[in-house]
């Protein structure tokens, strides 16, 4: 490739790659749209020579005309129009399994009008056949023999496709068929003369040009064939003059050429914009096509831009959910109207959602448009030789690393590159994925050479027992130009050069248990090097990276995710790390930009004494159930490769296999679903590409592999089995890796499929209780898990010490350039990182270090402590996790891992009293966003970002005091502060204290406890961990930021840690000693709060001056949530009760010891919804 392409190379491809194709076309409506409203059962006429066992029920005329004039004639067909009838009724043939009536046989679904029609229906003709009627089906007019389908293939085409047969009809002649039954094909119109009347425009199939023509009905003529069988047929005049006889006529009013004739192509190509650009950034192209293919179905071709994957996303969930073709709909006919014209009531526009989930696919690989945060991340790599990019799953490290790598390619016309990982199932997915970016860039004609050229070098590399040292070429099949090869080559030699090393998903490759030699052999040689991984996905107890990588290495992070949903997303962070794998608790604020999804679906069930074949037949039955709802969910969707099972291990996957297989065929009888591999899956080039389809189109391949295995990957819908374990044990690592690797995989949908582990990472599931409707706005922008955090360190550090297998690779000076040769030796002569560093110890503290904030999990009450009867009724709401259908329940104060506690966390903010405010809750964590780190980032809360305290405001002239309010409205907190300090209007009973003359670090006297304060009482002992800070070191601070943060850690006694650019292994080393000296301090300030509990003794004054006054008293709550999360006073440090209260809130963690406070004393108050505190000021005024 040149570094430079021609401009009529750019030109092809803008056509080729931002262009795809939208397929519109004419659905037909159920027959019980037009049938009439009189209940039919049939007719048996015993002594009838014929039987009419199927009719298309939208042609009312000539279902009159057959039931009032053929009497002689015994009828089959079923109408039922009221649910005493039989409407909505459904039919289970299989008493074993009652989840599966007749329906998916009939439609692959369920229908809401069900199916017990066609049990009668059946009978009916049985009947029949038994009397030997003659037996006799109906056809559309014009349509004889046309529109029918096998039985096989009944529940995965669509049935309402306008061709031939109504839908249901299609079922009863694929079922005749089936059965063998014979019987006579009749056109609707030897009952109904007018069907067709003569001047009526039909489109009419022209045998001689294997073609459908426009034209008018010139005359219908009734004939009777050999057999006796009266047929149909019309003479028409075609617009070119030509007069044909045929059997075949459609309605053009029902037609997409007919909506284009009645609007106008401006006026459609601007309806389309509208409809479509409401998912985001799409443009639809001038140029429609309609046309009708020779199967009878009428088809518009829309072509279409879709610019982002933000408006990609959008656009499938339109698709999906109907909304799309119904505004389409809707937006047509009323144009029409308007136009004085009309469409046809009965027009329902259809899209072709299979193919649109090709273009969906297809368009997620060819995107080139980055998102914005992309955007900027990649200017900061390309400056970088070495450069590590850190992601969590979905976020676009591989996106951008394609885009990285395909420039390279350009700009030197003979650089070679080599790219690295774990799974060979990822080598496939990384070349199928180059492999269409490539196709984005060059026009059709050249695409294959350009990719043969950029595989030709191209070297990739996967683990194979335990080493990373075969290498393969990839090359594409000559024959069929279907299939990804791998070609084995020599090893890399030592003089060898190359202008990219990639290393995929390198959180998992440097491990203790894994050689480095060749990596070191090509990274040492290379122009440039790019690491990506992501510590969440890591089950190693440690990550090596080796220092002759990390020299010099630019670090760069990505932190939105663009490919799942924020659902997944949200579902996910239960088990995700922060920043900081080898850290207590980083937690980070997970940011999804895609749309908010479906609900993630859970099945977890009671495991009981079962043998290990009865489990795997049960974990069957579970999935079987899981792929139920999917196919419920996704009406008519192909699942090709679209849907995967993903299960811990080897042994598991090689168990399940035969009955999950066995319950497969049993309940989609009708569709030819397989289980696959990853491996097996991604071997062939992307659909576009090929020069014939790898596949038989009614074949469903469904992936089924080890959750390891889909490292890298990514699925439309991802069912993760199996994954659970308990906490505490040997597995802990893997186990939460697992989890978070699983449902991570899914762009569109996750499901959960697992036995009742007890104390498990699942049995959080058995306490939330799912809500319906929008997602929640805590759940929406989610923190990553400190419990899971917490966890995971603790398995760390049961796990045994390991050193990585690194052997010494010998090479030479004029191999590898004298600038790799000296690196290497400053590496070796370098201060070994192991060695900890000595320094006084000291109350404030600072230290390099590059890791992110920390955070402590909350610390644990013993078990048993604190608990209330009623803890098993207790849930927690999620509008993330629909767990409808587990069969256990769990009590919340029993859960090892509970991820709602730290999702809680934003709404424990309260400004108005500080620090301690809002530590309230004993949320131990690491003080960035607590103790005294919370002063040195206080945007958004109210005085806090001045550094001004405020003692609370008392106005004796007042009637009303507000006495608790929630500081995480900070403009709201900021006006009642200016109100009740200038004005006067009302009194503000809140405090905020910010240095130790406001009160920040004291300690106030409880008069019920004498010689003690308030800590005991409000907050319980403390953990050590709230004596230490830690700060990262910002290179743009003026020195006020981090004066600040000196100030109030000395405020507090807490051990300050400020973090700058210092190995991961020196930071456990300063950790363990900031520690060791913050669990003196603690001991010695007797366990109590280091921000001191003045700021409730201030408070509570302020309260008490109120009451004196005869002041009524206010609390607001957080929005929607007026009453709720208040706490007895006698348990607020109780950890039990705290977390209950705390799981569905409406009060900030202070707010909640002071409503406790004025519960205890019997204060009556006035409680609000924060959105009326504008109308409360107003009255006040």
């Not at 070098?457 to 070429?473: A, L, N």
């Not at 090869?485 to 290393?503: D, M, Q, S, Y």
Request: aromatic share 8%.
């Amino acid at each position: 490739m040149s570094a430079t392409e021609t401009e009529h190379e750019q030109a092809g491809a803008e056509r080729w790659t931002s262009v795809e194709t939208f397929r519109l076309t004419i659905k037909e409506p159920p027959a019980n749209r037009f049938s009439p409203a009189i209940t039919y059962h049939g007719d048996p006429n015993y002594d009838a020579d014929a039987c009419w066992i199927s009719f298309p029920g939208k042609y009312k005329g000539g279902w009159d005309a057959l039931t009032q004039t053929k009497k002689e004639d015994a009828v089959a067909c079923v109408f039922l129009c009221t649910e005493e009838e039989g409407l909505r009724r459904h039919h289970h043939p299989d008493p074993d399994n009652k989840a599966l009536c007749l329906c998916h046989t009939i439609y692959g679904e369920s229908k809401d009008w069900g199916c017990y029609w066609y049990k009668l229906w059946k009978e009916n003709v049985q009947r029949a056949v038994r009397q030997k009627q003659r037996l006799k089906a109906v056809f559309f007019a014009g349509q004889v023999g046309r529109g029918k389908v096998s039985m096989k293939d009944l529940p995965t085409v669509d049935l309402w496709d306008g061709i031939g047969l109504g839908g249901s009809q299609k079922a009863e002649l694929a079922t005749a068929d089936e059965e063998g039954w014979e019987y006579e094909e009749v056109d609707v119109a030897t009952f109904l003369d007018e069907a067709f009347p003569e001047g009526a425009r039909v489109d009419a199939w022209c045998d001689a040009a294997k073609v459908w023509r426009q034209g008018k009905v010139e005359k219908l003529k009734k004939e009777v064939n050999d057999k006796g069988q009266e047929q149909v047929s019309w003479m028409v005049c075609c617009e070119t003059g030509e007069m044909i006889d045929t059997q075949y006529v459609m309605d053009s009013a029902t037609s997409m050429q007919e909506v284009l004739d009645c609007l106008g192509p401006p006026k459609l190509v601007e309806i389309l914009t509208q409809c479509l650009s409401r998912a985001g950034n799409i443009a639809v192209q001038p140029e429609v096509q309609p046309s009708r293919l020779a199967s009878g179905v009428s088809e518009m071709l829309i072509e279409v831009q879709v610019k982002d994957v933000l408006a990609l996303h959008a656009l499938r969930d339109r698709v999906l959910d109907g909304t799309l073709e119904k505004e389409i709909t809707e937006k047509l006919k009323n144009a029409a109207r308007l136009k004085g014209s009309s469409l046809p009531e009965i027009l329902e526009i259809q899209i072709d959602k299979t193919r649109f989930f090709n273009l969906y696919e297809e368009s997620l690989l060819t995107l080139s448009e980055l998102t914005k945060h992309q955007k900027e991340k990649l200017c900061e790599m390309q400056s970088s030789k070495k450069i590590h990019l850190a992601a969590p799953a979905g976020a676009g490290k591989t996106f951008l690393a394609i885009h990285f790598l395909v420039d390279v390619l350009r700009n030197a016309s003979s650089v070679r590159v080599i790219y690295i990982t774990r799974s060979k199932e990822l080598v496939y997915h990384f070349l199928q994925w180059m492999t269409m970016r490539l196709a984005a860039i060059f026009p059709r004609k050249r695409i294959m050479a350009k990719i043969q050229d950029a595989f030709s070098r191209m070297i990739v590399v996967f683990e194979q027992d335990g080493r990373y040292s075969k290498c393969y070429q990839p090359e594409i099949t000559e024959a069929t130009s279907r299939f990804i090869e791998l070609k084995a080559l020599e090893p890399v030699k030592a003089r060898e050069k190359f202008g990219l090393v990639i290393v995929d998903e390198c959180h998992n490759i440097f491990r203790p248990d894994v050689s480095y030699d060749f990596m070191e052999r090509v990274c040492l040689c290379c122009q440039r090097l790019l690491l990506l991984s992501d510590a969440s996905q890591s089950a190693a107890a440690m990550q090596h990276y080796p220092f002759y990588l990390t020299y010099r290495m630019k670090h760069v992070n990505l932190t939105e995710i663009v490919r799942s949903t924020k659902r997944i997303v949200s579902g996910a962070a239960a088990f995700q790390l922060g920043t900081d794998s080898q850290a207590a608790d980083t937690a980070a604020v997970v940011n999804s930009l895609g749309t908010d999804g479906l609900p993630l679906k859970t099945y977890i069930f009671r495991k009981a004494a079962l043998s290990d074949n009865e489990l795997f037949k049960k974990y069957a039955k579970y999935v079987v159930q899981a792929v139920c709802h999917v196919v419920q969910t996704f009406p008519g969707i192909h699942f090709h490769r679209r849907l995967a099972i993903l299960v811990p291990n080897d042994v598991f996957l090689s168990k399940l296999e035969a009955p999950l297989k066995d319950d497969l065929s049993r309940w989609f009888p009708r569709r030819h679903f397989q289980l696959v591999s990853f491996q097996e899956s991604l071997c062939f080039l992307p659909e576009r590409l090929q020069r014939s389809s790898s596949h038989d189109l009614r074949e469903e391949r469904l992936v089924f592999d080890t959750v390891d295995a889909a490292d890298g990957l990514e699925q439309m819908i991802v069912v993760c089995v199996g994954l659970d374990a308990p906490i505490g044990g040997e597995e802990d690592l893997k186990t939460r890796a697992k989890l978070y690797k699983g449902i991570t995989r899914a762009q569109l949908l996750a499901i959960v499929v697992n036995e009742h582990i007890p104390r498990g990472w699942l049995e959080f599931l058995g306490a939330v209780k799912f809500e319906q409707g929008h997602l929640r706005s805590e759940e929406a922008a989610p923190q990553s898990s400190a419990a899971a955090a917490k966890i995971n360190v603790e398995a760390q550090q049961r796990a045994p010490s390991e050193s990585p297998k690194k052997q010494k690779v010998e090479v030479e000076p004029e191999a590898v350039g004298v600038e790799a040769v000296e690196e290497k030796k400053l590496l070796e002569t370098a201060e070994d990182p192991k060695e900890p560093k000595k320094r006084p110890a000291a109350a404030v503290r600072e230290t390099d270090t590059k890791s992110s904030v920390l955070q402590r999990a909350e610390h644990q009450q013993p078990a048993g402590s604190g608990r209330r009867s009623d803890a098993q009724d207790e849930k927690i709401a999620s509008s993330v996790w629909d767990t409808t259908s587990n069969e256990v329940s769990a009590r919340l104060d029993e859960l090892k891992l509970n991820p709602f506690e730290v999702r809680q966390l934003p709404d424990l903010d309260a400004s108005s009293a500080g620090l301690g405010r809002y530590l309230f809750g004993g949320m131990q964590r690491f003080v960035e966003r607590l103790a005294g780190n919370f002063f040195a980032d206080p945007s958004g809360f109210g005085l806090a970002s001045k550094r001004l305290p405020f003692p609370g405001q008392i106005n004796p002239e007042a009637n009303d005091c507000v006495v608790s309010f929630p500081g995480k409205y900070s403009d709201a907190w900021d006006r009642a502060v200016s109100l009740s300090m200038v004005s006067g209007a009302f009194s503000l009973a809140d405090v905020f204290l910010t240095d130790r003359s406001s009160g920040l670090g004291q300690h106030g006297l409880n008069p019920e406890t004498p010689g003690e304060c308030w800590c005991r009482t409000i907050y319980g002992p403390l953990d050590a961990s709230t004596y230490l800070s830690v700060v990262e070191f910002d290179p743009h601070d003026n020195g006020e930021h981090m004066a600040f943060k000196r100030s109030d850690a000395e405020a507090m006694g807490q051990v300050l840690l400020v973090k700058k650019n210092q190995s991961e292994i020196e930071w456990q080393q300063e950790l363990e000693i900031a520690l060791s000296e913050a669990e003196v301090l603690c001991r010695r300030n007797h366990n109590r709060a280091p921000w001191g509990c003045q700021w409730f003794e201030d408070w509570r004054r302020n309260v008490e001056k109120a009451v004196y006054f005869n002041q009524v008293l206010h609390v607001f709550y957080f929005e929607e949530s007026v009453g709720q999360g208040k706490m007895a006073w006698d348990d607020l440090c109780d950890d039990g009760a705290r977390r209950r209260a705390r799981a569905y809130t409406g009060l900030g963690a202070c707010q909640t010891a002071e409503v406790a406070y004025l519960d205890k004393m019997g204060w009556s108050y006035v409680e609000h919804d924060i959105r009326e505190f504008e109308q409360f000021v107003a009255n006040q005024s």
